[in-house]
Nanobody, 115 residues
């Protein structure tokens, strides 16, 4: 009943920028926190950034000052602006939204940063 659709991944050179989007659709009564996570093969999924319903944000130390998370409540969408990308940012990025007090994940989008 609820779906998250991600977009915006791709291949970029080191130092470049990408913007990820994650839009929710379906039977939505309420949306709480939203977040972005990333995962590389053989490692656990890790938090990149999170934004509460009130707009408070927190980030992984590795992306502070380079990545910005934001949300558009009217569009049920969360964004991740990624600047000054590094090869170590290469991963599959997943969005997560708390909708109707349940947790939903996007399908994942590949971000590859070449050196």
């Amino acid at each position: 009943q609820v779906q998250l659709v991600e977009s915006g991944g791709g291949l970029v050179q080191a130092g470049g920028s990408l913007r990820l989007s994650c839009a929710a659709s379906g039977s939505i009564l309420s949306i709480g926190a939203m977040g972005w996570y990333r995962q590389v093969p053989g490692k656990q999924r890790e938090l990149v950034g999170r934004i509460t319903s009130g707009g408070s944000t927190n980030y992984a130390d590795s992306v502070k000052g380079r990545f910005t998370i934001s949300r558009d409540n009217a569009k049920n969408t969360v964004y991740l602006q990624m600047n000054s990308l590094k090869p170590e940012d290469t991963a599959v990025y997943y969005c997560r939204q708390v909708i109707n007090e349940a947790s939903y994940w996007g399908q994942g989008t590949q971000v590859t940063v070449s050196s």
